[in-house]
């Protein structure tokens, strides 16, 4: 018998990475819809002045990522956008048009993982109000 006119590949399973099962339990929330996928404390003042901080649910929709909030009795939830630095964005400034300042978010969890609030935060600036005269 003569050889094979071609060369045979077997291709065989790797090993996967050290942490995988993180990665897969995160990428396995990244296609489902309505699932939250992240969570990030904001700290802010409300209108009178006082400090506070809350969680905030990174929601996966349909068409991108959605935030919410709930502080006493205000509750504001922004629409979808590509992006979570986005949703973010839009929800600071809904709470921002109500008269909450100084208002910062961190990311705490991604799917399951405590980050052990190791990541950075990111300032939303307060708007520059016109001087009443």
């Not at 003569?2 to 045979?8: H, K, N, S, T, W």
């Amino acid at each position: 018998m003569g050889r094979a006119p071609f060369p045979i590949v077997i291709a065989l399973p790797q090993a996967a990475p050290y942490n995988s099962a993180a990665m897969t339990f995160f990428s396995s929330l990244i296609y489902q819809k309505n699932a939250v996928i992240e969570k990030h404390q904001l700290e802010a003042n409300d209108p009178p002045g006082r400090n506070f901080v809350r969680t905030v649910p990174i929601t996966r929709t349909v068409t991108g990522y959605s935030a919410k909030v709930q502080y006493e009795s205000v509750s504001e939830e922004t629409m979808s956008y590509p992006t979570v630095a986005e949703a973010l964005q839009a929800l600071a400034h809904k709470l921002q048009d109500l008269g909450f300042s100084r208002l910062r978010t961190r990311l705490n969890f991604r799917g399951a993982r405590y980050l052990a609030e190791k990541e950075p935060w990111i300032d939303y600036p307060d708007p520059v109000r016109p001087a009443r005269s």
